[in-house]
């Protein structure tokens, strides 16, 4: 059975028809997964558990569930009860979690078969797949380029057609960038709207749990599944867009899109002429699309912001990785050089030096200097988008100018006046936005993406826009073939 | 500048150690992560409060009494390196 190029809706329809049944479907997934074990995007496969789950929906069957047998892959920072959760780091080798994500919960309880653990950057640090412990993920239509980061293995898996989705989290553009990358959808719901309860954290104030998907139909279906209020979460948030999925052709002709002049100007020439042609489109099809205003040195302080407040923010959340109560211990003469050892050998390069930056932030002579205005400066970013989002409703971002760069181009930067056009989908993360990215270009088996943002908390309008624009792109349902 | 000196201090607030190579390479980092941070350092933010979440309505709140978890003891022991009847052991402090 080749289900790889299935969406979860016509997964669903076959199921509840019995072109297919969840065990079979299952058995397939795992071994379509086992073939590309090479890949290092999958940390593990709980083959038996999946098996014995798959059984069991089949025979309490709830075929009212959309997701009712559907396969999925969890990134490796969810928390799975009694399976080995690592987040990608040699720390935590070992850790068994005792409970669920609230995520994982609510996906197990509309009968989502969860299929194994999606590797990542170590911890969620990285952005660019290139450090998991287990080694690097490349770009699965091309082994030179990255596939993006740091959900990357998720981002692997569902462009690979592995899973019809996989669940991702989003600190700075960790789901919207791979998205980019691989030809896929990548969706960063606004903060609060999914619980994090059980999503091993990297930093609280900007983490987002989100998800993978091939369409914007098959996300809306996966958002009903997971949103809403959590007490376990004192960050969670209640979220109205509700049926998000019986909704999503609903888009209002009355919503005005916008973009910033400057970002569409600054990215290279093709790039740039295709945003400018969907506008007209856009105004075409009866939308106003509206040019606004937003402060460059805001836009060129997002770097140094996200820096020093998730840097910050990691070495705190991490600081409980000692080698004592769960993962990896190291050897040493007292506990101090336990904790020392453990850590210095449990963390990777990169990790390691964003705790440095960190711990230099939050040392006592630097916290007013670096880490409170650093939050000054987020509620001026804050403010500026609140005041884009009084003129429009959606916000048209470009996730990247160009396609997945070359392993070796990582290194390189980007000329100093458009630097800011990296990291500019951070900018759903300072206030919360929902933000989700879509495919819009192709060179070849390549992707460039295209970003779709509205006011926090209006998440359903996000992906209604997103379905009408993927529906004018044309671009939806790709998998990159062997 | 901070000299290496200050870099080994920090590494050890956030107990890490760096190689003799590492944190020199860190040093040498610094000078671009200094410029970096100049330009938000360089922002007008007089009179602006800081934001410390997305949304100003985050705040911290009393649970409820009837919400309880509790894990279950030996998980959470199986989990430690080492233990020994109730306790996760570790080398002994006092000798």
Redesign the interface.
């Known amino acids: 059975m080749d289900y790889k190029k299935l969406s979860i809706l016509e997964l669903h329809e076959k199921l509840i028809n019995k072109e297919i049944n969840v065990l079979e479907l299952t058995k397939n997934v795992l071994a379509e997964a086992n073939k590309i074990k090479s890949s290092n995007a999958i940390n593990k496969l709980i083959d038996e558990k999946a098996i014995n789950f798959a059984k069991e929906v089949e025979t309490n069957s709830n075929i009212n569930s959309l997701l009712y047998g559907i396969p999925y892959f969890a990134k490796d920072n969810f928390a799975t009860k009694d399976i080995e959760t690592t987040s990608s780091s040699n720390i935590l080798k070992?850790?068994?979690p005792?409970?669920n994500a609230t995520s994982i919960s609510k996906l197990e309880k509309q009968g989502a078969i969860l299929v194994g653990k999606a590797a990542l950057d170590e911890l969620g640090m990285g952005g660019v797949g290139l450090y998991s412990c287990n080694g690097i993920i490349t770009n699965p239509a091309d082994d030179k380029r990255i596939v993006g980061g740091s959900s990357s293995g998720s981002a692997y898996l569902v462009a690979k057609g592995i899973v019809p989705f996989a669940t991702g989290s989003d600190t700075g553009d960790s789901i919207r960038k791979p998205a980019s990358f691989n030809n896929i959808v990548g969706f960063k719901p606004s903060?609060?709207a999914i619980s994090r309860y059980g999503l091993l954290p990297y930093s609280p104030?900007l983490d987002t749990v989100g998800f993978f998907t091939r369409n914007v139909t098959d996300m809306a279906i996966v958002c009903d599944a997971t949103f809403g209020y959590d007490?376990?979460d004192?960050?969670s948030?209640e979220n109205n867009s509700k049926n998000m999925f019986e909704k999503i052709e609903g888009l209002s002709k009355a919503v005005k899109f916008g973009y910033i002049k400057k970002v569409i100007d600054d990215l290279n020439e093709d790039v740039k002429n295709a945003y400018y042609n969907l506008f007209e489109t856009l105004k075409l099809n009866g939308f106003e699309v509206k040019e606004v205003e937003f402060k460059q040195?805001?836009l060129?302080?997002l770097?140094?912001?996200y820096?020093?407040i998730s840097f910050s923010e990691s070495?705190s959340t991490n600081?409980n990785l000692?080698?004592?109560?769960?993962?990896?211990?190291a050897t040493?003469?007292?506990?101090?050089e336990?904790?020392?050892?453990s850590?210095?050998e449990g963390?990777g390069?990169e990790v390691?030096?964003r705790?440095?930056?960190?711990?230099?932030n939050l040392?006592k002579e630097n916290q007013t200097?670096?880490l409170?205005?650093?939050?000054?400066?987020?509620?001026?970013i804050?403010e500026e988008l609140n005041k884009v989002f009084k003129e429009i409703d959606i916000l048209i971002i470009p996730p990247t100018d160009k396609i997945a760069p070359l392993i070796e181009e990582t290194k390189i930067k980007s000329t100093p006046e458009k630097e800011y056009l990296s990291d500019i989908l951070t900018l759903a993360?300072?206030?919360?936005s929902p933000s989700i990215t879509i495919p819009f270009l192709k060179e070849g088996k390549l992707g460039i993406g295209i970003n779709i943002n509205a006011k926090?908390k209006e998440d359903l309008l996000c992906l209604q826009a997103a379905k009408m624009l993927e529906d004018i792109i044309g671009i939806k349902n790709e998998i990159v073939e062997d | 500048m901070k000299d290496k000196k200050y870099y080994e201090e920090l590494a050890q607030d956030s107990m890490l150690k760096f190689t003799e190579k590492e944190i020199d390479e860190i040093v040498a980092k610094q000078e671009d992560l200094r410029k970096e941070f100049e330009k938000v350092l360089k922002i007008d933010t007089t009179n602006v409060k800081p934001l410390f979440y997305p949304y100003d309505d985050i705040h911290t709140y009393l649970r409820d009494d009837n919400e309880t978890t509790t894990i279950d003891q030996k998980k959470i022991l199986a989990n430690a390196p080492t233990c020994e009847g109730d306790f996760v052991t570790i080398k002994k402090v006092v000798k």
């Open positions: 070992g850790y068994i005792p409970f903060y609060g104030s007490t376990k004192a960050t948030h040195e805001l060129d302080s770097s140094a912001i820096k020093m070495v600081a000692d080698g004592i109560k769960f993962g990896r211990r040493g003469a007292d506990y101090v336990i904790i020392t050892n850590r210095t963390f390069e390691k030096q705790f440095l930056v960190g711990a230099l040392n200097i670096y409170n205005k650093a939050k000054q400066v987020r509620r001026l804050v993360n300072f206030n919360g926090p």
